[in-house]
């Protein structure tokens, strides 16, 4: 009689990851390999607070509370936005990555798995603490996570490759540009007529070239913006 194998189910958040990847992020034409592969691997439910674990794998917005006198509430991109932006932002395994208001750190270990060095900046102490902890929980405490100024970006270590906005942005952009390496790309989502003239929001790609930066815009997407990259109000007389 033959031995029998017995295979071990597969962990609860393993399935729930898999769902994830199959029902939300190859469904909107995510179809490189190595994203995929990494949002499979990182546990997204590490990365949220007690109470918003359970909704980790689930396609609905998701809010985190300010956490200090700097913070403010961040609202986490879906997966599918997510997922769709990192690939658009076409990282090679030599890249340098520079993470912008990563919130909690998901994104940042999702790069931290697709280039070669992943820096986070985060304007609240308190908050950059958070994706500390919650990037060492998943063996990642060595990824650099500072704190400053969102439109600051991170000079002392520029040029970047890629950078990544977490968030909608309608202004304040001039200085993270100025930390793209040539060929250096910059995504996030541009907020209202800034990016369509219709008011609607959109996924874009800037690119540093030799003559400035292009820009490219890619999909509709939603998101708060982040009250750092605001437009001034402009006064009519």
Known sequence: MPASHFVAPAPD????RRNMVDCQIRTVDVTDHAVIERFLEVPRDRFLP???????????????????????????????????LIQSAAVKPSDKVLDVASGNGYSTAIFAGLAKE????????????????????????????????????????????VIFINGAVESHL?????????????????????????????AVRYESQAGGISSLILFDA????????????EFVF
Do not use: W
């Open 222 to 233: 939603e998101a708060p913006v982040l009250s750092a990259f605001r437009k001034q109000a």
């Open 13 to 16: 958040d393993v399935i729930q």
């Open 50 to 84: 007690p109470e918003l674990a359970t909704f980790a794998y689930s396609d609905m917005p998701l809010k985190l509370a300010s956490v200090g006198p700097q913070s403010e509430a961040r609202q986490l991109l879906t997966p599918a936005v997510l997922a769709r």
């Open 174 to 202: 001039d200085q993270l540009f100025r930390q793209l390496r040539p060929g250096g790309r910059l995504v996030t989502i541009l907020h209202g007529t800034e990016a369509s003239g219709s008011g609607a929001c959109s």
């Open 118 to 161: 992943v820096v986070a900046v985060d304007a609240d102490a308190i908050r950059a603490d958070v994706i500390k902890t919650n990037l060492a929980a998943v063996g990642l405490g060595s990824v650099r996570v500072l704190t400053g100024p969102l439109t600051e970006g991170a000079g002392s270590d520029a040029p970047f490759d």
